[in-house]
């Protein structure tokens, strides 16, 4: 039996930058205390080596498979999707470093996600980080050579405050952001529950704005996220989250989310890819009457932001 090796990375929120970060806006995103970890054990070999892997939500376990070494084909899966999207990641890894399946070794893999797989907080950016970390490679890198996307989540995974983040040519910028609001006590995040898949939610805004110049509008959204990541103001925050929340329902052709809770005492901003994950309710109520009133809307996952952000 090998030395067990464990690895943890954080979950994510964004809060500003939707769709418009993969255009080269500035976007604010935060890491979160609920993350993932992937703790893995090498094997001596008593048969054909394999890897065996088992993923798991709180409570249960999620997903699982096994691969043969070194080929890295399925001999068997409980959910051949997850399993297709595990081994792209895999087949890139072993693209980038080859000697960590030579199958001299059989290896057993297991990760536990701190939060639903649901939710949207990043069980894939969380696995990829964590991969990365366990093999040495660059997990921007991994990231686009197996199932893509902007690097947000990424970047995330390990920083240990809120971040700017921005393509710039394509390449990751990661800056710290000096984002503590004093009106974090009226920041609380609301499950809607209905996931999204953010890679379809890009191709629905491409498909629309594929060859549009959007210059114009990722300087808007920019201006928005470092004045919202400086402000002390809870109105001014306000008023910017419904700004951009007005810009990007407009690029989406889509209502923004007030429109569906038009009793709520306070300002509501979609998060990620629109229509089904969180969003940000911004209120001056007390939390009680928040939660209410979600609660009679039928949603009853809600975070603080000092519950879920970490600082």
Not at 13 to 21: A, F, H, K, N, Q
Not at 241 to 263: C, D, R, W
Request: glycine residues 6%; aromatic residues 10%; contains cysteine.
């Amino acid at each position: 039996m090998g030395e067990k090796q464990v690895y943890r990375s954080n979950g994510k929120l964004l809060i500003t930058g939707e769709y418009l970060v993969l255009r080269g806006a500035d976007a604010l995103a935060v890491p979160l205390v609920m993350g993932q970890t992937l703790e893995i054990n090498s094997t001596d070999i008593t048969s054909s080596p394999v890897l065996c892997w088992k993923a798991y939500a709180p409570g249960r376990l999620w997903f699982e498979v096994d691969f043969d070494l070194p080929y890295l084909n399925v001999l068997h899966t409980s959910d051949q999707q997850k399993a297709a999207k595990l081994q792209i990641i895999l087949l890139t890894l072993q693209q980038m470093k080859p000697e960590l399946f030579e199958g001299k070794t059989s290896l057993q893999v297991s990760t536990r996600l701190d939060f639903e797989p649901e939710w949207g907080f990043g069980s894939s950016s969380t696995l990829i980080a964590n991969i990365a970390q366990w093999a040495g490679v660059n997990p921007f890198s991994l990231l686009n050579l197996s199932i893509g996307g902007s690097g947000y989540d990424i970047a995330c995974a390990n920083a240990v405050t809120p971040v700017f983040y921005k393509l710039h040519n394509l390449r990751p910028d990661v800056r710290k952001a000096n984002f503590n609001p004093p009106f974090a006590d009226k920041l609380h995040f609301v499950y809607r529950g209905r996931k999204q898949q953010s890679a379809n939610s890009v191709t629905d805004f491409n498909a629309i704005h594929g060859n549009t110049d959007l210059k114009h509008v990722v300087e808007e959204v920019s201006n928005i996220t470092a004045k919202a990541a400086s402000t002390t103001s809870f109105e001014r925050f306000c008023a910017l989250m419904n700004q951009h929340e007005e810009i990007v329902s407009a690029l989406l052709l889509e209502p923004a989310v007030k429109t569906m809770y038009a009793g709520f005492d306070g300002q509501l901003k979609s998060l990620g890819a629109w229509g089904g994950d969180f969003m940000l309710a911004m209120s001056p109520a007390e939390p009680a009457y928040v939660r209410e009133y979600f609660e009679q809307q039928g949603l009853n996952i809600l975070f603080s932001y000092t519950q879920l952000v970490r600082q």
